[in-house]
């Protein structure tokens, strides 16, 4: 899932400074299980948007809404229904949510209530840890299932660096260094020796360092009006 | 006695466990022990019913202290349900000083349900806490002009906007 936090309200109030009517918007999906953005979230940051705002002497309306998944067009359609009396959207969608509305609402401001923070999983109730950077070629099968380029501070292809200590990473002693890891990993499943093959320096262009990405998948494209 | 000499009387919620505090609070006025005739106390099948977003929609409808009332750690009916409530309390009380509330406005106390006598202190200990804060400086929704003004202007009664429905329904639009 993708991962998010809200940000602080001092933020959100700067943010708003000026604005009356405002229409937050929470999205049922990732940000729903990860406790930032979902009905509940919605109800407790704009209760409380509410109250700052009254004690500010600047009393400002906010109104609450959560549509079941904020990243597509179809979902967050039905909400250009009486957005003229909101003088700003506020979302509590990731940035994929924020921007999704941006581009369907271009002349409506449309501000971020979460800083968005990583794809990763519940490790425990209350916790949650990043494991992809969405990196465009996945090792998974060559790092048994653990992902270095996340969970190794310095992405390496080939660890542990000399840095790791006692199942430890170097830059901080409360993350497990992801290369001791993959070595018990493999070593458990028999296959240590596959790690004694040096891996080649990555090709980064699939990854962030080739700038926006896309996919493009020409069997599910609607076919041009012309040829209906 | 005019409006203004009128003492401060503080508007005190108290959510209570049936299982102890609802029950202490019913043992107290069986004993004939006073606590502050203002506190309205809701009964709750668990302090672990408890919400942040509950407790905070309290203050924002204007009360000026609440209460949440659990049973003794290690004694909870649902194994755990005052520790969350503990956590819940502890969250939203950092949420109040963000907005700008004082965080002792808010408190939880633990009991069982033979501690009647207990209850009338603790509650009376609330109500001069809040006493010595003042009036919630949120006053409720409508008196603090919150809600946009295209009601009536002759009467001055402001209609509910379609966001402050939208709120109140709770389901957005
Ligand atoms: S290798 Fe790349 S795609 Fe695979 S989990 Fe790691 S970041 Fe994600
Ligand atoms: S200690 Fe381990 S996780 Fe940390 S940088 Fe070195 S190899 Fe990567």
């Given amino acids: ?228 | 006695m005019t409006a203004a000499e009128t003492p401060f009387e503080p508007k005190i919620v108290a959510f209570c466990c049936r299982h102890c505090a609802y029950a202490a609070a019913d043992l107290a006025g069986t004993s004939r022990l006073a606590y502050p005739p203002s506190l309205n106390i809701v009964e709750l099948p668990c302090t672990g019913r408890v919400d942040v977003l509950e407790l905070l929609r309290t203050f924002e409808d204007g009360v000026d202290g609440l209460l949440v009332a659990g049973c003794l750690p290690g004694r909870c009916h649902y194994l755990a349900g005052n520790l969350h409530a503990r956590q819940r309390v502890d969250y939203a009380q950092r949420w109040l000083e963000d907005i700008g509330l004082e965080g002792e406005r808010l408190r939880m106390i633990n009991l069982s349900a033979a501690m009647g006598a207990q209850f009338a202190e603790l509650a009376t200990e609330m109500a001069e806490t809040i006493k010595g804060l003042g009036p919630s400086p949120l006053g409720t929704r409508r008196a603090a002009g919150e809600i946009p003004s295209i009601g009536c202007a002759a009467c001055g009664d402001p209609a509910p906007s379609l966001a402050e429905s939208a709120h109140d329904r709770g389901d957005g639009r």
């Fill in chain 1, 1 to 228: 899932m993708i991962v998010a936090k809200q940000k602080p309200l001092s933020e959100l109030t700067a943010m708003l400074d000026g604005y009356r009517n405002v229409l937050a918007v929470g999205c049922g999906t990732c940000v729903t299980v990860c406790f930032a953005g979902g009905v509940k979230e919605v109800g407790i940051l704009a209760s409380a948007l509410r109250m700052a705002r009254r004690l500010d002497g600047q009393p400002m309306s906010v109104a609450e809404t959560t549509v079941q998944r904020q990243c597509e067009a179809e979902y967050i359609a039905p909400l250009a229904e009486g957005l003229d009396e909101f003088d700003a959207i506020l979302s509590l969608g990731c940035g994929v949510g924020v921007q999704t509305l941006a581009e369907r609402f271009p002349d409506k401001r449309v501000l971020p209530a979460l800083d968005t923070t990583f794809m990763g999983l519940p490790t425990e109730q209350g916790v949650w840890e990043e494991r992809c950077q969405g990196c465009g070629h996945c090792v998974l099968d060559i790092t048994g299932g653990i992902c270095p380029v996340s969970r190794c501070a310095k992405q390496l292809m080939n660890g542990p660096c000399g840095g790791s200590q006692g199942g430890m990473c170097e830059v901080d002693s409360d993350t497990p260094c992801a290369w001791q890891l993959i070595w018990e990993r493999l070593d458990r499943q028999g296959l240590a020796d596959r790690l004694l093959e040096i891996q080649p320096p990555r090709d980064w262009s699939t990854s962030r360092d080739g700038g926006p990405r896309r996919i493009v998948r020409d069997d599910l494209r609607l076919p041009p009006p012309e040829d209906v």
